[in-house]
Each structure stands twice: as structure tokens, then as C-alpha cells.
């Protein structure tokens, strides 16, 4: 997990406000997915992004909530007026390749509590 | 719908035990099997993948899986468990239906007893 970096572990927001997850790939991976997985509940997938692209958001919510990966530094989950319902642990996984057998690294994860 | 199932959300099982965690899925597609161990307050580890081939498919920790296609199953396996083994382990597919992301089950504590 070393390689993929994730900042800040843990946020703590108060409601209204925003939150900003940042993820930074493995060298040489420029695939990368966004999951968010719920006290126990699994990961489910939320948004796909390649440099410069938004490949799938089918599992973003519709308002609220934005990504992004640019050209130059990290892919950012960002989600405005935060609600309770939003704490949970945000994880983002990179990869090289985008077919069927790509394997994901993923990082150690932004758990954020919503007060 | 494409899903996948973990049917026991909770395994406790005594050291050195044998111990299989339970995964089916449901897809209509050609499909790709993987498990991930998760540790507290860490990220996802993958312990092995089933892409083709073999449907037994061993992996790291002593782990093994294997692939069902008529059960649509992917049950992972371990002949004697340890304490280090206690975690969170989640069975994930990819679907081969140009979606590229993974469908996860919603994970089995396994914990391990002395």
C-alpha cells in the first residue's frame, strides 16, 4: 500500500462544510478508481478517472460530490456540504493498464467523520 | 444485476483450524475473481486472483481459492489459520462487460481464536 498515497487519513468535517481526499498514484499508474465503503458495509465503486478524463462516475452520487485527475498532481474527491450520511472510509486504487486483468494497488484509505 | 455474495459476515474459528470463506457471484459474462484482505485502519491487499486458466488459484498467507462455474462460486481457503490471520477479507469481481471497475461482496471478519 506504500505506493499509493492518500492524504488526509482522517478529516473531520462539520456539516456544511467541505471535504477535499487526495490521492496519489503509484508511479507509472495513471488509472485511477475512487471507493467508499460505509461502517460495515464493503467498498463500492464510485468513479473511474484517467489524466485529464472522467472515464465512469456511475457511482457518484449526483450532487455534491466531484472528482478530478489533472494532468500535473493528485486526483482529488472532492464533496461540498458535507452530511452525516457522508462519513465513511474513502479509499482510491491505481493502476497501468486499463483492461479486464488489471490489478489495483489500493491506498490505506481517508476515513472521514462527519460531526 | 451483477453481484457478488459473501454469505457469512462473521467466521471465528480456533488457531491452526482449517477455514473457508464463502463468495458467489452472479454475472451472465465472462468474469474475473479476486480477494483482498483488509487490515484495521489499512487498505486493501490483494491475497490472489483468478483471470483464467487453473480454477485452483494459490495465493499469499497460504491462501487458496477456487473457481466454481457452475456454482459461481470463488471460495477461499486456508488449511491451518493464525492469529495474524484475523481481518476483514473481501471477494471482488470484474465483470467483462467493458466496465472496468470492481464489484465488491461486502466482506468476512474472520477471527481468529487462541
Known amino acids: 500500500n506504500a505506493g499509493v498515497m492518500q492524504n488526509p487519513r482522517h478529516l473531520v468535517r462539520r456539516r456544511g462544510q467541505e471535504a477535499r481526499l487526495r490521492c496519489s498514484p503509484m508511479?507509472?499508474?495513471?488509472?485511477v478508481y475512487w471507493y467508499r465503503q460505509l461502517p460495515e458495509e464493503g467498498l463500492k465503486f464510485m468513479v473511474y478517472l484517467q489524466k485529464e478524463n472522467i472515464i465512469d462516475e456511475s457511482g457518484m452520487p449526483k450532487e455534491r460530490f466531484s472528482a478530478e485527475f489533472p494532468k500535473e498532481g493528485p486526483s482529488i474527491l472532492r464533496i461540498q456540504q458535507v452530511v452525516r450520511g457522508d462519513s465513511a472510509a474513502y479509499f482510491c486504487?491505481?493502476?497501468?493498464?486499463?483492461?479486464?486483468?488489471?490489478?489495483?494497488?489500493f491506498g490505506a484509505g481517508s476515513r472521514l467523520t462527519v460531526l | 444485476a451483477q453481484s457478488v455474495t459473501q454469505l457469512d459476515s462473521q467466521v471465528p474459528v480456533f488457531e491452526e483450524a482449517p477455514v473457508e470463506l464463502r463468495c458467489n457471484y452472479s454475472s451472465s459474462v465472462s468474469v474475473y475473481l479476486f480477494w483482498y484482505v483488509q487490515y484495521p485502519n489499512q487498505g486493501l491487499q490483494l491475497l490472489l486472483k483468478?483471470?483464467?486458466?487453473?480454477?485452483l488459484v494459490k495465493g499469499i498467507n497460504g491462501f487458496e481459492a477456487e473457481f466454481n462455474k457452475s456454482q459461481t462460486s470463488f471460495h477461499l481457503r486456508k488449511p491451518s489459520v493464525h492469529i495474524s490471520d484475523t481481518a476483514e477479507y473481501f471477494c471482488a469481481a470484474l465483470m467483462d462487460t467493458g466496465r472496468r471497475a470492481l464489484t465488491f461482496g461486502s466482506g468476512t471478519r474472520l477471527q481468529v481464536q487462541p
Open positions: 508511479k507509472g499508474h495513471s488509472h
Open positions: 483468478y483471470l483464467s486458466g487453473s480454477t
Open positions: 486504487a491505481t493502476g497501468w493498464d486499463p483492461s479486464g486483468a488489471n490489478v489495483l494497488t
